[in-house]
């Protein structure tokens, strides 16, 4: 199956970039040298949105193998809730045609990665989203859903 490539003027990148920044100011690691992008799910998320915005794409075939696995850092579902929130507002709901190396799907699924102990799979619609993270997690969707109903202003 050839993934379609598609450009990063459909959507603002710019959006879950800012909500991942106020995960980053939270932890104990920033500025120090244990800071690693590489080994951690925040910094994988902001590192395909900034090759995404370089390179004017929203697809990374192959990206998804790459998400850390080793990342054992705390966090929070009230951090993380505005970032998962952000990208299903990003989400152009493909439904059939939903790729997991599109990078809205790669940052989704890093965060589902810090609080979950697995990713859900993404049905390609924002409300069954939701219906399955309510099924693992229904603290963590009451906050998402919270979080989708404010639509988007920076706390």
């Known amino acids: 199956m050839v993934t379609q490539i598609r450009k990063t003027d459909e ?20 500025n120090t040298e244990d800071c690693k992008e ?17 390179k004017g794409v929203l697809d990374i075939p192959g990206a998804s193998g790459l998400i850390p696995s080793s990342d054992f850092k705390p966090y929070y579902s009230d951090t993380v809730a505005p970032v998962l929130a952000e990208t299903c507002r990003q989400c152009k709901e493909c439904r ?4 997991p190396d599109c990078v809205v799907a790669l940052v989704r ?12 799979p993404y049905p ?6 939701l219906a399955g993270i309510k099924s693992r997690d229904p603290q963590l969707a009451a906050k998402l859903a919270d979080e989708l109903q404010k639509g988007g202003k920076q706390r």
Do not use: W
């Open 124 to 129: 390609g619609s924002i409300f069954m989203y």
């Open 109 to 120: 699924s890093a965060m589902e990665l810090t609080v979950l102990p697995e990713a859900v």
């Open 38 to 54: 590489s080994g951690c799910l925040v910094g994988f998320s902001k590192k395909v949105l900034r090759f995404a915005l370089q």
């Open 11 to 30: 959507i603002n990148l710019s959006a879950p970039m800012a909500r991942l920044e106020n995960i980053c100011k939270s932890c104990d690691l920033l």
């Open 96 to 99: 059939d045609n939903h790729s």
